[in-house]
């Protein structure tokens, strides 16, 4: 009963994913029930792989489309969950010293994660897979205008990465609380489907393998 009680939930949930890539994560969601999904990249190129891709797997009621993470396209709180695996990183591939990284590259940030904020719902989740480390990325996620808490894990073997789960509206009142580190975050996905998808070092479209 509670299974399918979850299954329902998952039904329910309108999700967003940014800079999809030819990643296999919208569909691995969707096996996992959630059929709300919208996945959105920069890339021409890469939307129509990904179109094709889902076509050719049956999985045709996933959306994809063209879409700047920098300035989402789409209504104020019309999103249960955003999720980005590597795509937050990437804007800070050419930001110089890490510590202190050019202001082009935190503005870039900044304006995604004011556009990912926008578009949850109250109590919405942001998920963010990442390179990023924790002192990196906590000035941006904590900035003022934030409404969410923040809690994180880290996975990997050789380069660890980063599960981080941001709930809006849910900020301790304390406003220099920390982000919280967990031993094992509270939504689950498996880390060997993360594993499996060299992410980070794919940023050329063109070496996406089209076989995916
Ligand atoms: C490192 S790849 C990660 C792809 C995918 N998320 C994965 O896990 O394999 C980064 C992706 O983000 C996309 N991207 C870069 N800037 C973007 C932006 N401003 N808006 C949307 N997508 C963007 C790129 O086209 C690329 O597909």
Request: some cysteine; proline content about 3%.
């Amino acid at each position: 009963m509670l299974d399918n009680a979850l299954i329902e939930v998952r039904i329910l949930l309108q999700v967003l994913e940014l800079g999809c890539g030819n990643s296999q994560l919208c569909d691995e969601l969707y096996k996992e029930g959630i059929t709300d999904l919208t996945s959105i990249d920069l890339s021409s190129v890469a939307v129509a792989k990904m179109q094709k891709r889902l076509l050719s797997k049956g999985l045709k009621d996933i959306k994809v489309m063209e879409g700047d993470m920098l300035n989402l396209s789409f209504t104020d709180e019309s999103f249960d969950v955003v999720i980005e695996k590597g795509t937050m990183d990437v804007l800070f591939v050419d930001s110089g010293d890490p510590w202190n990284p050019r202001l082009e590259a935190v503005n870039k940030a900044m304006a995604m994660l004011q556009g990912v904020h926008r578009v949850l719902k109250p109590n919405g989740i942001f998920i963010s897979i990442a390179f990023g480390q924790p002192h990196f990325r906590r000035p941006l996620f904590n900035a003022p205008e934030f409404t969410w808490s923040i809690e994180y894990s880290t996975f990997g073997d050789g380069f660890h990465y980063f599960f981080y789960i941001l709930r809006k509206g849910c900020r301790s009142l304390d406003s220099d609380a920390d982000m919280n580190k967990v031993e094992t975050p509270s939504i689950c996905l498996y880390q060997d489907e993360l594993d499996n998808e060299d992410y980070l070092f794919r940023t050329n479209i063109d070496e996406m393998d089209d076989e995916r």
